[in-house]
């Protein structure tokens, strides 16, 4: 080769060093064109190749696609000629990097893999360095993909190569060191980045020495590193020593390098607060690059650009940042060498900054700009884009085009999710601006949905403590406020609340704000004192860190003032809205909406005393103030508006208050549009006063208009609203005389109201509906249904107030009248007499003089508030049309996610959403008998109250409500003191007894108490200490119940701190309600002998004699002991039980001591689950009624493996560990009830079922701070693995001490503390349950003492001493049928029928007194002693077979747990010891085989003998080996599971289940268990399919062996086609959970596939079309192949792997084989017959 070309050539790869590209460009291109005009040069080829290789190179880094592509193929035609396999792969590499430059990155990876094999198999010399530089590119790929794991693996291996193959000096190691620092920088991993840049840069050393541009860049890429780290100081430092080589470098010449690390500088020194010196070094940096390129540059517009940003820091600078971005731009549209990417990106900050400026059609056209370049430039799939799209909707939003913001918004929202998944914090974003979006156009059920979506991500990535999480929560709050469900509401704004307390502490503004939120929501309710007391916090708060004048302060006393207003305390109003008055005037705030809000409120207060002027003077002040602050289209104009429409009805200027109410509704229909909730009450008060003016047509209308916007809403809708409007209608047709129609719209008001109290007739309003019928009736001469309508009212009334109230004398005079009218005097004299003696008995009680009762005959209009009424009303107190959102007015910050002041919502000054009753002018009825249930608030508060007197508020609102819950006979067995009756005898005692059986009732106060955990964490040592129990030391763990001291039969008393058998608890409870019941038959009888003379019957009856009290209300005599002889044998047998029964209550009568607390106390009956052999037994256990302790060790790491009892791990983690016992109690509970708890006065919920979260071995960490934070790290990680545990969870902080050697005096002392604080905790739990008041009848309680089996040694000891024994019956064995049961209930006469029989014996169940199970047998069959079925269970099951004295027994069973089944045998000899008869044993084994325990197998031939065997797979050793594949083909996995959100796991007794299930199915196969895995062997059809469980997916595949013949796989392919084994399995495990986790029973199990390059799951519905055979991963987007389904005959019959033959399907076929694929993957299991047979034939 001439020296000239090589000269050339040297001299283009010195530039190439350099990084000048252009010159070396230049000189490469001479070689090439010298080099083509000489002829007969040696070596012409190689040089060729390598010159346009590197020509090649170069345009692939200046990005000339086209260019490169050139080159390439004159490399490819030479490499063809030279067939040098070196220069093949270095071909082969540069079409990856063509590839990769395009961005199509699969292409690019398979051509680089393709060069990797290239060199592994052929090239020796040099091998290390080639493939190093191979796994670079493949690295390099991977990192741009965003694939960071596999990038780090790729370069390490690149960098292993290199150092094993002694090549440890070279440019590819720096390439390697330099971008694995760039992965571990993109992975936030700083530390191993700055490792890897300095590796690099030690490593370039060695080339180029310490002076060099590429050391400069590593110092840069240190720099970048440090800058995210904040390290703002080191940064500078090391830009700075980059900065000083690029000048050393260029030897005082302006370089491109040195303007660059000015432009790195700059940004340093702002984040410094140094903007001068920024600017300094950006203007630097713009000198040079004009200097070198010219002002129309590029880089000079970069420079422009990055200027303006960092004026956007500054709001005060938008101008110049502006300007200097509109100079960027100007540069950008003109200059030559811009990128449309930079020109979008100019595009985008400008119209950041006109957005800032609220320009937004500025701002819409700027964003639209970058989008359509973004779009061209990258397509849909890009962030840039998505970022655009985004962009839009905000200002679209802002712009309040909401639907053009949702279009752009869910744009972004599709791209997004694509790139990051859907857990991704700008998904968070998202979801909050959908809601918001949604929200504005009143879409309540999207803004919620979009809302939750918001909150499940936010749990998932930062756990419940977290101010983002609380914020959402105050978001969901606000739309459950917009749909009218405040109870929501009410719950997640107290979960804000209790999220705030922790980030913030007690005094912050945003705890303030969300308790003043909480309070107006409490209003809505109606629970005034919550509302008064939470807002009183946020006064104190606000108080506190504002002083006394502050708008905030004011408006806490404006809504103080409307509590006042609603409990009618009108001083004390006037006071508080006075004082937020004053405050507003001294800040000179005079327009201001707190302002507007006293204003109005001291207008109603006016109102509401009939000062109809003065309340005009202060609404219309409030209405100026609004105009001023809103314009005049606005929601609170209008409800101002309907103020003043309201006073002038009742001033019965109807022309006014119509043509006010009338600009209202305009306002309103331009707002809200036509169907809105506000725009149908506007309806309905112009109908009112139309029906005033007696325009019944016209009224008629409006009524009917507010009627359909209601019911149009749906389940956002006004019902009392519907039901006013109803009882409109039917007033404005009763004047028309239409009578019939007027009756049917009664009606419908009168069902609304049923509707509305839960299908309960017990409501004022619907005794006014009644009423109206019933006067109706009267008039049209319909007596008898008049008398029916009227005695239906009466009925209500009574119920509601009693039989002395003014509604009550009313209807009993109407009623007269009607009996005059029938002519029936005696009738009528008797109901005016009725109610002369109630009128009487309200003046005898001082409740003033009885007005004459009258009532008008106008549109009386009746009112339903949401949930009850605010205090109690007569029903004839109509409230006028005025009310219907007449109400005080209240004001609350906002939350920044949610609407400002300006939206209708609770956050508004708006009245109209609560109610306010008032009586109608006509109407002449009293309302004092409204005071007696009128709550009195307490005085107003005091600023400077100190923390005693705010205690002291909270312990008053706690008694407070705890008195007005109370119901009418609701604790009917609370006997607190037990005094004893000296004349009481057997025989009266027998009468009293019986009677009670017959009436008396006691409330279901015991509740299981089940103590939870991993092995060793301490669980019974728990609750030894909490019992009161001592400690044994070296004592063994727990792995039975038998083991735990008959702990299951032992209730703790929450009254006094004991522990008594549960036999003592039942004595004491069925003695208490006996005593109970007696003295209430007393009080009866006498009320009704001195009722006989001066009280008349309420109703019309027969005339029945008195009941006896003394009489069996069993319709037998109980007779004494000398004439039961007169009896028949089977009633004298029965009633000899019952007189034995009565006569052990007698004695137990006897014993007891005068002052006994018999029972006024909750009890929780104490369960120690034990151990992995008792978890796996405990499902049937499981109970509604019950609390769970959770007890983890705190001394654990919550990752680390978990061991069994016998120190073996178990392939669990503790946390995991928890996750299965936490999945199978929330998932075994049926319902989605929560229930509130309140702690010093704030409400704090819990979802059912509730796990207290204790923790054990305080004394093995001495520090406790250390505790208490691993406490909470604990809980915050089960709440990270399981997000739905949250709100089940109860975390108390206890840490006890579990030390049985440590008995010192601070010890003890401890203890104490912890038991009485998880005493508190637990009673206050376990008293707010719903079912916890619940009666039922105290036969109950006498059958499970009758039930309760007693060892030989109790019965004995009974019989020693008769006067303290439970009751004790030889007819109770431990396993009895439902025939059994139900004879001895015949027997002891506490049978009824079979239906409640059952309801008891559930109840028993639930209570762990028995166990029943209705599935096996006739009506089931009843366990009496449930320890004694675990411990035949545990048995069975045993986890320690160490402990088995028989070596051949132990060798047996140290086999199962190796195989997974055990044979007959091994049942006999674990179930020895409990003496079980044939029948028994059969009915057990039934039993764990109907809960999926154990599954009987077919026989197994040994020795020419058959032996039973039962699958077991909960017995398998953890270490098992694992399954062996070496000799099969095995197929694609399939993921069939539900939505990782929705079922986060699935416990292994689900597994197991599932297993058992299949097996059943499958029964004539023979199966294999593994740990977590089966193998079943369709022997018959040639192939074994693979069940595994993962986290909560379970894996399925098969294999088949290798070289198998054409007629086998084609019997493979149909029986894989028929059978469809995974739908099967899919079936199966759906079955299983809805059978054993109802409260998952609706989710729908999906089929999955996994992406081989993300390994993430995609379900397989999304890709179930046959022509399709480049599916894409959702998630990386990158190609699957139509392969991965293939293997599972999903769209038709594939050739199997291994199988050369292929064949051609008619399309027919094909068509038909994907219809039943589209029907199976629904879920229907249809096949067409035609098409099989279609198949078939072409098959065959």
Known sequence: MSRQIQTLYHKGLGSLEKRDLANATLHLQQALKVMHSTDGLSNKDKFKYQINLCLGDICIKQEQGQKAIEYNQQVGQLVAQLNNITFTCQYIDQLGDIESLHQRYDNALNKYNESLNLKMQHIRKGRSLQLAKSYLKIGNVYRLQKLFDFAQSTYQKGIDTLVKGNKANGSILVELYDNMGRVCQSQNNYVNAIASYKNAMEEMSKIFGRIHPYIADLYDSIGNVQYKQNAFDDSLKTYNKSLTIRQSWAKGKDDVDIARSYSKIAPVYNQLRKPDKALAMYNNSLKIWIKLHGEDSEDAAKVYYDIGLMYLDDSSKSHQAAEMFEKSLDIRLRAPDSHQENVAWSYFQMGLIHFRNKEYDQATSMYNKCLEIRKELFGLGNIDVAIAYYSLGCTYKMKQEYKEAQRMIEKSLEIRANIHGSNHPDIILIYDDLGFIHYHQSRYNEALEAYTASLNIRLRLYGGINEGVATTYDSIARINSCQLQYNYAAVNYQKSLQIKLQIYGENHLQIAETYNNLGTTYERLYRYYDAYNTYSKALQIRFNIYGSNHSDVA???????????????????????????????????????????????????????????????????????????????????????????????????????????????????????????????????????????????????????????????????????????????????????????????????????????????????????????????????????????????????????????????????????????????????????????????????????????????????????????????????????????????????????????????????????????????????????????????????????????????????????????????????????????????????????????????????????????????????????????????????????????????????????????????????????????????????????????????????????????????????????????????????????????????????????????????????????????????????????????????????????????????????????????????????????????????????????????????????????????????????????????????????????????????????????????????????????????????????????????????????????????????????????????????????????????KRMLKHLHHLGQVFYYQETGEDGIIITDIQWLLNIFSAIMNSRHDQISNMQVRELFRNARYVGNIPQNWIDYATQGFNLDQEQKKMILQLMESHYMIYQIRPITNQDQDVQCYLIPSLLDSCHEHISLKEYHISNCLYLGHKERNMPYIPDSIFYSFLISCAKTWSNMTVKFYHHCARYYFTDDNYELIVKKTNCFIAICYCYRKNIDSNTAKKIQMSLYYARPHDQIRAHLSNIIRDRMPKFKDLTCHLYIQCHHCKQLMNIQRCNDPNDNNIKCRNCLRSLGAECLDDWMFFTIKPLRGKRESKIYHQNVFEAIYLHYFYTCHGNLIVNVIDLILLESLLL
């Open 555 to 1397: 408006a806490c006393y404006n809504n103080i003032g409307s509590i006042y207003v609603y409990q009618c305390q009108y001083d004390h109003a006037m006071e508080m809205l006075q004082k937020a008055l004053a405050i507003q005037s001294a800040i000179q705030q005079y327009c201001h909406s707190v302002t507007a809000s006293s204003y109005n409120n001291i207008a109603l207060v006016h109102y509401q005393k009939c000062q109809y002027e003065n309340a005009l003077i202060y609404y219309r002040k409030a209405l100026d103030i609004r105009i001023q602050l809103y314009g005049k289209v606005h929601a609170d104009i209008a409800d101002s508006y309907g103020n003043l429409g309201d006073v002038y009805t009742k001033q019965s200027k109807y022309d006014q208050a119509l043509s006010i109410y009338a600009e209202g509704l305009e306002i309103l229909k331009s707002i809200f549009g036509e169907k809105h909730d506000c725009t149908a009450k506007f309806e309905y008060k112009i109908g009112y006063v139309r029906l005033k003016m007696k325009d019944y047509d016209k009224a008629k209308s409006n009524f009917q208009k507010a009627v359909t916007i209601t019911i149009n809403m749906g389940q956002n809708s006004d019902n009392a609203l519907a039901a006013n409007a109803f009882n409109g209608i039917g007033s404005a047709l009763d004047h028309e005389e239409k009578y019939e129609e007027a009756i049917e719209s009664y009606r419908k008001a009168a069902d609304i109201g049923i509707a509305i109290n839960g299908n309960n007739k017990n409501h004022n309003n619907v005794a006014g509906s009644y009423y109206k019928m019933g006067d109706i009736y009267s008039r049209q001469a319909k007596y008898s249904e008049a008398i029916n309508m009227y005695q239906q009212a009466v009925d209500i009334c009574i119920n509601i107030n009693g039989a002395n109230s003014t509604n009550v004398a009313v209807l009993y005079d109407d009623m007269a009248k009607v009996y005059e009218l029938q002519g029936k005097e005696d009738k009528a004299g008797e109901y005016h007499t009725r109610a002369s003696n109630i009128k009487q008995n309200l003046q005898d009680d001082g409740r003033g003089q009885i007005p004459q009762l009258t009532l008008e005959e106008n549109g009386n209009v009746l009112q339903y508030p949401m949930e009850r009424e605010p205090r109690s009303q007569d029903w004839h107190h109509i409230p006028s049309l005025s009310s219907v959102d007449q109400a005080p007015s209240n004001n609350n910050n906002n939350d920044s996610t949610m609407p400002s002041s300006d939206d209708h919502d609770e956050t508004t000054s708006s009245n109209s959403d609560t109610n306010q009753e008032e009586e109608e002018e006509v109407t002449a009825l009293s309302a004092a008998d409204d005071d007696d249930d009128e709550t009195t608030m307490p005085s107003r508060p005091d600023i400077n109250q100190n923390e005693e007197d705010a205690s002291k508020l909270s312990n008053d609102n706690e008694s407070d409500q705890d008195h007005t819950s109370t119901f009418s006979d609701i604790h009917i067995n609370k006997l607190k003191i037990f005094k004893k009756d000296e004349d009481m005898d057997e025989n009266k005692y027998s009468t009293i007894f019986t009677t009670a059986l017959k009436n008396a009732k006691c409330t279901t106060d015991i509740i299981r108490m089940a103590y939870i955990g991993p092995p060793k964490a301490g669980k019974t040592s728990v609750l030894k200490l909490f019992t009161k129990q001592q400690l044994k030391d070296n004592s063994p763990d727990t792995t039975t119940m038998q083991d735990c001291d008959n702990i299951i039969d032992l209730v703790y008393n929450f009254g006094n701190y004991t522990v008594s058998d549960f036999g003592t608890i039942l004595n004491n409870k069925i003695i208490a309600a006996i005593e109970l019941n007696n003295e209430k038959s007393i009080t009866q009888d006498i009320e009704e002998n001195n009722a006989e003379t001066d009280q008349i019957p309420l109703v019309d009856t027969t005339d029945t004699p008195p009941s006896d009290p003394t009489r069996s209300t069993y319709d037998i005599n109980i007779p004494t002991k000398d004439t039961s002889a007169s009896i028949d044998n089977n009633n004298n047998n029965q009633l000899q039980l019952l007189l034995q029964l009565a006569g052990q209550y007698y004695q137990h009568y006897l014993a007891l001591e005068d002052n006994t607390i018999l029972d006024n106390f909750q009890y929780g009956k104490l369960w120690d689950f034990s151990g992995p052999a008792v978890y796996d037994t405990t499902y049937p256990f499981m109970s509604d009624n019950c609390v769970y302790i959770l007890v983890f060790n705190i001394d654990c790491n919550i990752r680390e493996g978990l061991k069994d009892t016998n120190g073996h791990l178990t392939g669990k983690t503790h946390l995991e560990s928890m996750r299965e016992w936490l999945t199978t109690i929330i998932g075994s509970h049926k319902k989605d009830n929560y229930i509130t708890v309140t702690t010093n006065g704030i409400d704090q919920y819990f979802s059912l079922p509730i796990i207290v979260l204790v923790a054990s071995h305080a004394d093995k960490i001495p520090e406790l701070q250390e505790c208490n934070r691993r406490f909470e790290d604990f809980r915050q990680s089960l709440a990270k693995s399981l997000p739905d545990v949250e709100d089940h969870l109860c975390s108390t902080g206890i840490v006890f001490n579990c030390n049985p050697q440590d008995d010192s005096q601070a010890t003890q002392e401890y203890r104490d503390q912890c038991c009485q604080k998880l005493h508190d905790i637990i009673n206050k739990l376990i008293t707010s349950l719903p079912f916890i008041n619940t009666e039922i009848p105290i036969k109950w309680y006498v059958m499970a003492a009758i039930l309760r089996t007693l060892t030989a040694t109790e019965i004995t000891d009974a019989q020693d001493n008769s006067c303290t024994d439970p009751v004790v019956s030889n007819s109770v064995n431990k396993m009895m049928t439902f025939q059994q049961v139900r004879c001895l209930a015949q027997d002891y006469q506490l049978y009824e029928n079979d239906a409640n029989l």
